[in-house]
């Protein structure tokens, strides 16, 4: 291997040449006046892995990869629905880099560094600007509240990339949540497989596995992100019996289209990555332009119901403005209901009637 060679597979030597600049993506391809103009704007956070940047066609502006990863200057025009904080996650932050939502489970923000600045992150409003990790004070705060929230049984590790960090300081986290004894099961949010795939190392696998039952959710939006390196990384955690999930955000411009949804779904499951939420597009301040309308959610959870599998069927979710969470929005199937019987339909559109139980039946 050429000392080139073995730094493409080091994925430190990835992460600390990220392109950042306009002068660092103007050696690659010929930019548009709307990426200079965003690029020259210091309010973005902007980093790309030469790997991720490999993976974008040079001559084609509209290349989903490079509309991912380089910003436009739409990212400055806002919408007036925008906020910055949509989700409400710092309201509902008890305690720093912790967000409590739902009864039984907490994100846990450890860093706000990734791999990858990814144009329509709905945390852009911390994430890409101080590259540091969790403070040991902040993350003693964050475990103590899990401590004493005996029906948190559930803790999502996520970011930033959980991944940027190194296996140590990995681990001193990942350890400190499995020691609390009502804690189940952990899950990692990281996009790693899909921005810098030699990240998931022989070692790295080595520590996670000590810690099961643990759960990852990565991120690909678009099938031309599963290359044979994404492939290999997703094998590595698979075959450490870490079940892999993906979490897509349906992005204007981008993934669009049911044709592509239907192709992504069905090279995820094989790398054995389950389709597990697709996203309606956050409100997020500078994303308004990859927003799309929800009636194509529900446009592909039709085209996808009864057609394909039942494993490479997403749930699409709306994550509510305000913190209402995540709710699923499904196609209409139930046509009618009595009290003694429903009227369906299936995926062709044909109707059927499902008699319900006799409630007298049981009196005898
Ligand atoms: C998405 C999210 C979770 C996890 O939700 P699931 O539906 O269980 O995947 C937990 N907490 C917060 C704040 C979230 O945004």
């Not at 730094?7 to 392109?19: I, K, T």
């Not at 039942?310 to 209901?337: E, H, N, R, S, W």
Request: with cysteine; aromatic share 8%.
């Amino acid at each position: 291997m050429s000392i080139l060679e073995q730094n493409w597979h080091d994925w430190r030597w990835q992460f600390a040449n990220r392109l950042r600049t306009e002068a660092d993506f103007a050696s690659l391809m010929e930019l548009t006046d709307s990426e200079k103009q965003a690029l020259s704007d210091p309010s973005f956070a902007v980093g790309v892995t030469p790997y991720f940047a490999s993976l974008i066609n040079v001559r084609n502006p509209a290349c989903p990869i490079r509309r991912q990863a380089i910003p436009l200057g739409a990212e400055s025009i806002p919408d007036i629905h925008d906020m910055a904080d949509p989700l409400a996650e710092d309201e509902m932050s008890p305690v720093n880099n912790l967000v409590h939502r739902y009864p039984d489970r907490v994100l846990l923000i450890v860093t706000e560094t990734c791999h990858v600045y990814c144009r329509h992150c709905t945390r852009r409003r911390r994430v890409g600007f101080e590259e540091k990790p969790i403070s040991r004070a902040d993350l003693a705060n964050a475990v103590d509240y899990i401590r004493q929230n005996s029906n948190i049984r559930d803790v999502l590790i996520s970011g930033g990339d959980p991944f940027t960090l190194g296996d140590q300081a990995l681990e001193e986290i990942i350890k400190a949540v499995r020691a609390v004894p009502h804690v189940e099961v952990i899950r990692i949010g990281t996009r790693a497989p899909v921005t810098n795939p030699f990240r998931i190392t022989v070692n790295l696998v080595q520590m996670l596995r000590k810690y099961h039952p643990l759960w990852i959710n990565v991120q690909f939006n678009h099938p031309a992100e599963i290359t044979p390196e994404a492939s290999k990384a997703c094998a590595m955690l698979a075959d450490a019996g870490i079940p892999l999930g993906n979490q897509t955000v349906l992005l204007r411009g981008i993934n669009d289209s049911v044709a592509i949804q239907k192709e992504l779904v069905h090279k995820l499951v094989q790398i054995r990555v389950r389709p597990y939420y697709l996203y309606q597009c956050d409100i997020a301040a500078g994303i308004g332009h990859f927003r799309t309308p929800v009636s194509l959610g529900i446009e592909v959870m039709e085209q996808l119901y009864g057609h394909t599998s039942g494993f490479a069927i997403p749930t699409f979710v709306v994550d509510t403005p305000g913190g209402g969470g995540k709710i699923p929005i499904l196609p209409q199937y139930v046509l009618c209901q009595t009290p003694d019987k429903v009227v369906i339909r299936n995926y062709e559109g044909k109707i059927f009637t499902y008699p319900l139980p006799n409630s007298k039946r049981n009196e005898v």
